[in-house]
């Protein structure tokens, strides 16, 4: 959303409190609008967008543009913040945290590429 939205100060949001606004909806069908589709049907209603793009960063333009807010991954958000061009606010929900994976071949089957990716990531990970 963008700064002067009033939802833009709030520390952090739940679902619920969203859906009576303007909202971007992204990627019909696609894994981020099932995910919102399914609950706001936990909630007993269904998404009502304002308009539907087909990518994130289509959304990001979007809502910079002042035409609603959209429910985006951080890592898609944040490279479009810059300059006060968008507010983000933390979505405060269990089922929105995201936990991503890695699947690859067994060790001996790896690439040399990927093996280093692998140590790379193990490396990271330790870190935080």
Do not use: K
Not at 45 to 57: A, E, F, I, K, L
Not at 71 to 85: F, Q, T, Y
Request: aromatic residues 4%; contains cysteine; hydrophobic residues 50%.
């Amino acid at each position: 959303m963008v700064p002067a939205h009033p939802l833009a100060r709030r520390p952090s949001l739940r679902y619920a409190g969203t859906l009576a606004f303007d909202v971007v909806g992204v990627a019909v069908g696609g894994l981020m609008d099932q995910m919102l589709r399914r609950q706001a049907a936990l909630l007993g209603t269904v998404p009502v967008y304002r308009m539907q793009v087909s990518n994130m960063d289509a959304a990001c333009r979007v809502v910079a543009a002042g035409l609603g807010l959209a429910i985006l991954p951080r890592e898609v958000a944040v490279p479009h913040a810059g300059a006060g061009r968008l507010a983000l606010v933390p979505l405060d929900e269990p089922w929105a945290e995201r936990r991503l994976v890695i699947a690859s071949r067994p060790e001996p089957l790896r690439s040399a590429s990927a093996r280093l990716l692998t140590q790379h990531l193990r490396q990271a990970a330790a870190v935080a």
